[in-house]
């Protein structure tokens, strides 16, 4: 790929009812202050969870965040081959490990082998340090370092190549992260509301007056502006010539239809989008949370005053920055974008063939 860069910019306008999918500390609803009001919020990381989550859900191969990558390494190691006992494939997966400059730990309580902080880490890489291993008795010469780091640094499956990695004990072992995920913020002001709930004995029918338990438990309404982009350039760096179309399209799809599960079951709270925006460009990705700076206010069809406002604040983009190479929407509701999208299906194939389209073109200019 040439050294312009494409972004895929995903723009999502989302009403939800009542809910608490983003909790603090305290247990209350994340909020965020915004064009001098309180708006609801659900944290960035907490929208990436629910991407991996759904790729997950859909058999995808996902990275596991854990302390105990030696132990997950051990436990493939013995699979591999049953000759290796508990011990010596702990010692071989510490070594090999090690080669990256990963440091280690035994928990005194339970006695496994832990690193300092998380790794995230692909099952390509535990399968393939795992073969490695296996063929390998000294991992303390520069080949072996060299050798073991790049294992780490390929095979990355989708999410780790999306959201990235961090690695104090080496940062050679870093992976950049190709997509970008904003906090959702409501387009409005919300004003917080609590539920209280009682909890009975139905073994003590003649009590019934009798309350057990009483508590609360604070919610919001809102519609969501949501937003995320992927830097194409990084994602196929990311990957190593895994199918970068097919890719996109797999991160397209699961940050539109995921949603974070918390408090899930008290509030059933599980919407579609009512809106999407999808624009393809060079050179740099654009949010367009600043269309709600000035907050909606209506008593009815917030959705309709809201996507207008984005749509005024995309319009706007268009003096500062080169026409788009693709925009796309898909929504049930007036707008006045050209190019739209009968439903899913239609939107994710316009995306993969402006995309194609776009990288076969890089490609020629090469």
Request: aromatic share 8%; glycine share 4%.
């Amino acid at each position: 790929m040439s050294n312009t860069n494409l972004y895929l910019d995903l723009n999502i306008l989302q009403k939800v009812p009542s809910f608490n999918i983003n909790q603090d500390s305290t247990g209350a609803s994340k909020t965020a202050f915004y064009g001098g009001v309180t708006r609801a919020r659900v944290s960035a990381q907490n929208w990436q969870k629910a991407v991996h989550d759904f790729f997950k859900a859909e058999n995808a191969a996902v990275a596991t965040k854990t302390k105990e990558v030696a132990e997950l390494l051990a436990y493939k190691l013995t699979a591999l081959d049953g000759s290796l006992d508990a011990n010596s494939a702990i010692d071989k997966s510490i070594a090999t490990l090690g080669a990256a400059g990963l440091k280690f730990k035994r928990d005194q309580s339970t006695g496994r082998v832990l690193t300092d902080t998380y790794l995230m880490i692909s099952p390509d890489q535990i399968e393939k340090l795992a073969q490695y291993a296996l063929t390998h008795d000294n991992f303390t010469d520069r080949n072996a370092k060299n050798d073991v780091t790049r294992i780490l640094q390929t095979n990355n499956s989708l999410d780790l190549a999306l959201f990235g990695r961090i690695v104090a004990d080496n940062p050679r072992l870093n992976v950049s992260a190709a997509a970008q995920v904003a906090h959702a913020i409501s387009t409005h002001e919300i004003k917080s509301e609590y539920d209280y709930f009682t909890a009975f004995d139905d073994s003590h029918p003649d009590k019934a007056t009798d309350v057990d338990m009483l508590g609360a438990v604070e919610y919001d309404s809102a519609i969501l502006y949501r937003y995320a982009n992927v830097s194409v350039n990084t994602l196929a760096n990311n990957l190593n010539g895994g199918d970068i179309v097919k890719s996109v399209a797999e991160f397209v799809k699961a940050f539109i239809l995921s949603m974070p599960t918390t408090a899930r079951m008290t509030f059933a709270n599980k919407t579609l989008p009512n809106y999407i925006m999808i624009t393809l460009r060079e050179g740099t990705p654009i949010n367009l949370a600043s269309a709600f700076e000035e907050p909606i206010i209506s008593k009815k069809d917030c959705i309709s005053k809201s996507i207008m406002r984005l749509e005024d604040e995309y319009m706007a983009t268009k003096r500062f920055v080169e026409e788009p190479l693709m925009n796309v929407i898909l929504t049930n509701h007036p707008s006045r974008i050209n190019n739209q999208a009968g439903n899913l299906s239609d939107l994710l194939k316009q995306v993969t063939d402006a995309l194609t389209k776009a990288m076969q073109s890089e490609d020629v200019d090469d």
